[in-house]
């Protein structure tokens, strides 16, 4: 009987695509849409780093186009090592490396690793709308820890233990966060560092954001609990080739050389051309010149977003991201429901955003504005729109 | 605790990979090795392409690096969607084709939408090693339907039926056929299509080497059988781009936008550069060009390897492929146990290939010669040393 795989009903559509294909529609329809829900950068990489590619691209050998190895070219495996060294001190040496096809491929591979059916795994609320399907898909059920932005959005470690069970299998965290912009405290790093020795259990890091920072320093799990951190990272945001898809998982031996079996499975190898980009640009002297460029522009866009909101949206309660490209803003002083908020703002207003419920099942007041996919004056313009949808 | 998901067991290192590891060291140790082993292309993609990629490249805009839709760009499903009608005469329109990230990420995708634990799949003996391990992990039983040189390696639909049960899910074919070369014959094609379609069981076609015959018709299962048939495809053989990822899968549109779905949570999108270059290349007068090229290029080399076969290793029996990559060659008046040949020729004679046991359960003393890695003269002498070790 040709049928369907049962399994498939935990994946859906992802929430942006939807947007997208309503953005799509109404550009077809001619109508200029401000896009405040797109997790994508604006600032193209470093033309050095391409002009090198267009060279390589003249050359008549089959080197820029064939396989490589499953866990990616040694030459980016080690520059990925140094580079984790300079940014955060880590000595994570080029065999704990597994290069993927982008971030997704990353936590697909790794919790198609960790996860058995019937396990437990531990999301924050609200977190980055990715994680649920996969968990789901995998037979593991969420059990939801509430963060609260009286508390910065920091995990509540003594509240965390009282959920952890002899199911949990792990505990995933975004830090920097999407949709929040927080940064894990050292403190909150420490307790959930001590709290997965202690009982054992995997801490999945998601560190995509890990050099878009604006104020605060990132803290690297990984360095506090080693064999216990599995971190997720992409080149999708730093150096801005997210349609290339390049990403990278960390962590101990034995769960990198799974995961790195489970990738060759899904995708043989990752794309050997992104490979080469980001070894030379890892390796250039540009690459620390790009990453102050794009963090001053960035870090401009969202205070000029801040300052929009605060003028235009006045009782939005929100916390000023420290990184990541989101401000996350509760609207329960004007309304119920995100979603359809969402949904009039951009069929009345043309501004996409994404809805709190989309990360969360308790903020379904707010709403998550990304600052860096649009010029300055169309953020305030957007951030204007929001205001004047609220007020009616 | 932590632990691996038990399902893993399934999955083992790609037995090419294997070889390249091996290679890999032989080479460190100043060995050059003959290279009959590997699936991959030795002409690079059409430079009128490539040079235009380049041009793409110093362009100030997100255009290149963004994502794209999950199921690939339009602009490319479109492209594919003509080169199945100028190629085979297919009505496909865009919206039953996914883009994907290689050949490897269409069969995963596949068989995860397909598959349920218990179900019973058919795959011919021999044919390409990547299914088994997927089949497994997704948990369905695998049935061997043995195909004979005698009988041209077609498959026997009388004997087929006796093996069809109500657990039967799926049967997959690879044509042109890797490792034999063979094109499925347009009456075992007709029969397959009506098995297919009285059992009401998927029929998945491989048609990675679709373009690349040197003798004979590929004949489309699709046109057949449009409501049982999903079809794997890739551009890594043509347009030679092994390392760049990308592929796409066609069938039925509600088995597409499952297998799209699954993408979408496996990789996000399909690499974006890649598509770019395709879409570019399936366009444009090139197209036909190319493949006139490549074909008259390892027709030639399939024809100098044959006839070394013949001069050196008189009592190999192989089909003389009329399309893919590879010859089939049982060796079995010399040996018993093809691996351990392969592992002597590699580590006395530096000369790679596959040994027969990776595409079967009973071809053990055969192997499988790729004929396009190399260029003629190195050809020749791979098969004269294979001749030698033979000897001893």
């Known amino acids: 009987m040709r049928a369907f795989s049962e399994r498939l009903a935990y994946l859906r559509e992802s929430p942006t695509r939807k947007i997208d294909a309503l953005r799509e529609r109404l550009r077809r329809e001619g109508r200029d849409v401000i896009v405040l829900s797109a997790g994508q950068p604006s600032i193209p990489p470093p033309v050095e780093v391409r002009r090198r590619l267009a060279e390589l691209l003249q050359e008549e050998s089959m080197e820029l186009y064939g396989y490589t190895p499953s866990q990616g070219i040694y030459e980016l495996r080690e520059a990925v090592s140094e580079d984790l060294k300079r940014l955060g001190g880590l000595d994570v040496p080029p065999d704990q490396i597994t290069i993927t096809a982008g971030g997704q491929a990353a936590m697909f591979s790794t919790l198609a690793t960790i996860i058995e059916p019937g396990d437990e795994v531990v999301l924050m609320d609200p977190t980055y709308f990715g994680y649920k399907p996969l968990v789901e898909y995998f037979g593991a059920r969420i059990v939801r820890h509430r963060t609260y932005l009286e508390n910065d959005y920091q995990p509540d470690v003594e509240r965390l233990k009282e959920q952890i069970t002899p199911k949990t299998k792990a505990l995933i965290l975004v830090s920097p966060d999407n949709p929040t912009g927080r940064l894990l405290s050292p403190e909150a790093a420490k307790a959930l560092a001590d709290l997965a020795v202690d009982h054992d259990i995997w801490l999945v890091t998601d560190e995509a954001y890990k050099t878009m920072i604006y104020e605060g320093e990132h803290v690297y799990l990984y360095k506090l ?52 980009m980001v070894a030379i640009y890892l390796k250039s002297d540009v690459r620390f010149r790009y990453i102050k460029e794009f963090v001053a522009a960035y870090r401009a ?90 007020a009616k």
């Open 301 to 390: 866009r969202r205070d000029i977003v801040i300052d929009a909101l605060r003028r235009y949206v006045p009782d939005g309660r929100f916390k000023v991201p420290q990184g990541s490209m989101f401000v996350f803003v509760d609207l329960s002083k004007y309304i119920a429901d995100g979603e359809a908020f969402a949904q009039k703002l951009l069929e009345e207003y043309s501004v996409a955003l994404v809805p709190g419920s989309y990360f969360s099942d308790v903020y379904k007041a707010a709403v998550r504005i990304s600052f860096v996919a649009e010029r300055p004056e169309r953020l305030v313009e957007g951030v204007r729109r929001i205001g004047e949808a609220l």
């Open 225 to 276: 609990a080693p064999e216990h951190v599995i971190s997720i990272n992409t080149f999708s945001k730093d150096p801005a080739i997210p349609g290339w898809r390049l990403g990278y998982v960390y962590g101990p031996k034995d769960a990198v050389s799974k995961i790195k079996l489970v990738n060759e499975e899904m995708v043989y190898c990752p794309p050997s051309f992104a490979q080469r």
